[in-house]
């Protein structure tokens, strides 16, 4: 926005400063005229035996005034041009540091030294939002390099193939294609997962009441000839669990979750078991699996986009490493909180809650 030029806050201020002294300085001078009118005698003796009279100390009292006025004038001035740069200084740095941060520069921190108070709460509410600003900027990079490569390496590979086809004409074409088809596939899959988490972050769906039980006996059915295929057997329990958001996305993440947890089994003798909860205000669901120990350290590192989890059971329907990653930013998107922790026995236990949608009106 274009504004017109006007003086600085510290003028203003030491202006500011400078008239309330002057205005007090007038308020005091007259009340002491007010007093030498209205309190002294015409005549008053004074010690020694002389005279004073009421207009001669009058007279006098006009020029003295003049100058005390004029000295609070240059006082003011000064004093308040001193007191305002005082007082704006950590402003100075707030802005130095505004003016950085819209060069780019993220990594610097004002931290305003001194007692708590206003200017210092701006202080560090700016390099709060700094840090947040510098790691959602590095991770949206790192997320940029990711895909990048992750889409590459299809087309990589598709180039390759095409080249040996060109090259040797005579190989079996059928061969070719197939494995063609799979790549094109998987570039597929890579590309609608990544506009699914575009979709996700922008919250662009209009919320609606969602019952958690119902998407999870859908997506554990959808996903049965999977867990047949690789010999897991999924169970589901709970109670009803409204919550409210998109049924589209939820259902989304429940599928995802199960995915996962089938495809990161025990392979020919796993499980999986999916399970609703409502209490007091949120709504819960919960995906636990068999599967290989897992520490801590590791399993919080899951749903970073593009980990595919390297250390666990691997299959050939492994997905694009975005499964987590997805479930992570609608359980965000719905202001719910995902938690992952590793199960005792092996395997991890995966926990979406998300606040509860209000009770139906009954009619």
Do not use: C
Request: glycine letters at 8%.
């Amino acid at each position: 926005m274009d504004r017109e030029p006007g003086p600085s806050v510290r003028i203003r201020l030491t202006l500011s400063y400078a008239g309330f002294l002057m205005v007090a300085g007038v308020l005091l001078l007259g009340a002491m005229y007010w007093y030498l009118v209205s309190s002294l005698p015409d005549v008053t003796s004074v010690a020694g035996g002389h005279l004073l009279i009421r207009s001669d100390l009058l007279r006098g009292f006009l020029p003295a005034a003049v100058a005390v006025m004029a000295v609070l004038l240059v006082v003011g001035l000064l004093g308040g041009w001193i007191l305002a740069g005082h007082m704006l200084a950590p402003l100075t740095r707030i802005t130095y540091a505004t003016r950085l941060a819209t060069r780019g520069s993220l990594a610097h921190r004002i931290e305003l030294p001194g007692r708590q108070d206003e200017f210092r709460e701006l202080a560090d509410a700016f390099d709060g939002m700094l840090a947040r600003l510098e790691a959602h900027v590095a991770e949206q990079r790192r997320f940029a390099a990711n895909a990048s490569h992750e889409l590459r390496t299809p087309l990589a590979i598709s180039k390759s193939l095409l080249d040996v086809a060109h090259a040797t004409p005579d190989q079996d074409m059928g061969r070719l294609l197939d494995r063609l088809r799979v790549v094109n596939t998987r570039a597929i899959d890579l590309t609608e997962a990544l506009l699914l988490l575009s979709r996700a972050e922008q919250r662009s769906f209009t919320p609606e009441p969602v019952d958690l039980s119902l998407l999870a006996e859908e997506a554990a059915e959808a996903l049965l000839p999977l867990a047949e295929e690789q010999g897991v057997t999924i169970e589901t329990r709970g109670e009803i669990a409204r919550a409210n958001g998109s049924q589209a996305l939820l259902l989304q993440l429940t599928t995802n979750l199960v995915h996962n947890a089938i495809v990161h089994n025990l392979p020919g003798h796993g499980a999986v078991w999916v399970d609703t909860a409502a209490g007091p205000g949120t709504v819960t669901l919960t995906v636990e699996n068999t599967g290989e120990k897992l520490g801590p350290d590791f399993v919080s590192t899951l749903t970073e986009p593009f980990r595919r989890g390297t250390e666990r059971v691997r299959t050939d329907h492994a997905g694009v490493g975005l499964g987590l990653a997805i479930v992570q930013t609608i359980a965000q998107a719905h202001h719910g909180t995902l938690t992952l922790a590793p199960r005792p026995a092996g395997g991890i236990r995966v926990t979406v809650e998300l606040p509860a949608a209000a009770p139906p009106v009954e009619p």
